[in-house]
């Protein structure tokens, strides 16, 4: 079974940075497009970025020029560098992927989400 795991979320001032990495594991095949979500208290789940197979990028307009998605194939690795964080940046972060397994077809798999607080 594929598996996501994101690290790299915590508490930042306003202004500051953080950079959250979610990583897959298991039977992968190959893994299209790479997203991150987040979802702030009382607020629905956002579309915040999403990063193609051929590296193409897809911005919220609230977090452009802000934030940074990447990906590494090799590690089969997402990546979101946050800059210039801003307290209403503050949500529960989630990664997705768009994978095809060795065995199965093409499926959406989550991670359990990463805590991204900014506040002074």
């Known amino acids: 079974q594929v598996q996501l795991v994101e690290s790299g979320g915590g508490l930042v001032q306003p202004g500051g940075s953080l950079r959250l990495s979610c990583a897959a594991s298991g039977s992968i095949f190959e893994i299209y497009t790479m997203s991150w979500h987040r979802q702030a208290p009382g607020k629905q789940r956002e579309l915040v970025t999403t990063?193609?197979?051929?590296?193409?990028?897809n911005y919220a307009d609230s977090v452009k020029g802000r934030f940074t998605i990447s990906r590494d194939d090799a590690k089969n690795t997402v990546y979101l560098q946050m800059n210039s964080l801003k307290p209403e940046d503050t949500a529960v972060y989630f990664c997705?992927?768009?994978?095809?397994?060795?065995?199965?077809?093409?499926?959406?798999?989550w991670g359990q989400g990463t805590q991204v607080t900014v506040s002074s």
């Open positions: 997705s992927a768009d994978i095809r397994t060795k065995l199965m077809g093409r499926s959406d798999y």
């Open positions: 990063i193609t197979s051929s590296g193409s990028t």
